[in-house]
């Protein structure tokens, strides 16, 4: 079956521009995980859904980050007014459930903010 | 707070030789530790997951290690080739404080293998 996508793979804003990132999760995953990855770095968590609740948006840095799964299949990360410094890789990852169930990464997007 | 942490941050070998990468975290409550590898400008390659109950998974030439009460992790590879040149992720998936699991990930190590 297909894995995680995500479009679009890469995407160049400028400063103050809005974005959209789409993941499409593997089908049937309940659990859904959004990473960022700056140049040089580890991805860092960025926040969780367990189908379209989401039980944890400890790690979006900022209230211009907001994400939503409204029917628990497909999410969105948006980032409103960018900034240079939200340059990154943004990764999706699904998984069966959550716990110790592997988590599946797609490609990610990769973020300019010029 | 876990912190997973990489040793040494990068390493380069000649085609052949035998390697360890190392990867530690502060909180042994986790459900499985897991090693990726990431090419440049790619996304993540799963390599192995090792569950905590377990001492260690071995794919190939690569084996790695858990030894949760000291919070360390290794990934031997084997007789190194130019074609494992990239950068490798160790990620930790915690059981401590959330039970769905996030990973905390390590700065990875950057491994050049030259001919």
């Known amino acids: 079956g297909a894995g995680v996508s995500q479009s679009p793979r890469y995407k160049v804003a400028k400063r103050g521009q809005d974005v959209a990132l789409r993941c499409d999760p593997i089908?049937?995953?309940?659990?859904l995980f959004w990473y960022q990855q700056a140049l040089g770095q580890g991805p860092e968590f960025l926040t969780y859904?367990?189908?379209?609740?989401?039980?944890?948006k400890s790690g979006l840095p900022s209230d211009r980050f907001f994400a939503e799964r409204p029917e628990g299949s497909v999410s969105t990360l948006k980032i409103q007014r960018t900034q240079q410094e939200d340059s990154a890789v943004y990764l999706c990852?699904?998984?069966?459930?959550?716990?110790?169930?592997?988590?599946?990464f797609g490609p990610g997007t990769r973020l300019t903010v010029t | 707070k876990q912190e997973v942490t990489q040793i040494p941050a990068a390493l380069s070998v000649p085609e052949g030789e035998n390697l360890v990468l190392n990867c530690s975290f502060t909180?042994?409550?986790?459900?499985?530790l897991q090693w990726f590898r990431q090419d440049p400008g790619k996304g993540l390659t799963s390599l192995l997951l090792?569950?905590?109950?377990?001492r260690e998974q071995t794919s190939g030439r690569l084996n790695a290690s858990l030894d949760k009460s000291s919070g360390r992790s290794t990934l031997y590879i084997a007789a190194s080739q130019p074609g494992d040149s990239a950068t490798y992720l160790c990620?930790?998936?915690?059981?401590?404080?959330?039970?769905?699991?996030?990973?905390?990930f390590g700065q990875g190590t950057i491994l050049t293998v030259h001919p």
């Open positions: 090792i569950q905590s109950s377990q």
């Open positions: 089908s049937g995953h309940v659990s």
């Open positions: 859904f367990q189908n379209e609740a989401q039980l944890d």
């Open positions: 990620a930790a998936r915690n059981a401590g404080g959330t039970s769905y699991g996030k990973l905390t």
């Open positions: 990852a699904s998984s069966f459930k959550g716990g110790p169930y592997e988590q599946y």
């Open positions: 909180d042994s409550a986790i459900y499985n």
